[in-house]
């Protein structure tokens, strides 16, 4: 901890990772990107990295809920007939990435959570209809009504919807820790690009620290 023009600024992972401020935030794992037979299995991504984090991500979320940190999941989410889209949110989806199929039909197998990851009653589940968690959701109220100074983010993908939503907490002034490990891409090229620009702007660790953090405090 310092003191830079006069305010407290956390520094190290135990002081801005603690629980008693923090919160787990859940981006998108949903069967359409997690499982196969999703939107993105059926459209041809590979989605092994994906599923190669969801133990490490159940781990993450039980040691939360055992120490209690809010958990909050973001499902991402399409109205039918193209009510949440708009014209310049369609071209987006269509040029940059060519999805066949759009993915979160809200009320789909699809837009469910993945079966490993199932939030409990009192999580708090957010819908969102664009990349980051705050675009036009209640994601920011609910963290600020809890007390929320600090998110721990994961989930898919990690250079879409995980970075989007990071880069928009840090806006909002809250401190953003992304565990490498409990965020995944479609390829190992693009997790890793990804990684590394996060790497310049958040506090980028392994799961294991996080729990420890939150074992020891």
């Not at 499982?35 to 989605?47: E, K, L, M, T, V």
């Not at 399409?78 to 990435?97: I, M, T, Y």
């Not at 980051?132 to 929320?148: K, M, Q, Y």
């Amino acid at each position: 901890m310092e003191v830079i023009l006069g305010r407290t600024v956390y520094t190290t992972l135990e002081e801005i990772a603690h629980p008693r401020h923090t919160a787990l935030l859940v981006i998108d794992m949903q069967n359409d990107w997690c499982a196969d037979g999703g939107a993105a299995h059926r459209n041809g991504h590979d989605i092994g990295l994906i599923k190669g984090i969801l133990p490490t991500l159940a781990r993450l979320i039980a040691a939360a809920w055992q120490r209690g940190v809010p958990v909050v999941y973001t499902q991402h989410t399409q109205f039918p007939d193209g009510r949440s889209d708009s014209g310049a949110w369609l071209r987006f989806l269509k040029v940059r990435r060519r999805w066949v199929h759009e993915p979160g039909l809200y009320g789909s197998w699809g837009w469910q959570i993945a079966a490993e990851l199932q939030p409990r009653p009192e999580d708090v589940v957010v819908l969102k209809h664009r990349n980051s968690g705050f675009v036009g959701t209640n994601l920011d109220l609910v963290l600020r009504s809890a007390g929320i100074q600090a998110l721990v983010i994961t989930g898919v993908a990690t250079s879409g919807c995980v970075e989007s939503t990071a880069r928009d907490a840090m806006y909002y002034d809250y401190y953003t820790v992304i565990p490498r490990d409990c965020v995944a891409s479609f390829t190992a090229e693009v997790q890793e690009t990804a990684l590394w620009l996060m790497e310049m702007r958040f506090d980028v660790v392994n799961a294991r620290d996080v729990e420890e953090v939150w074992r020891s405090v």
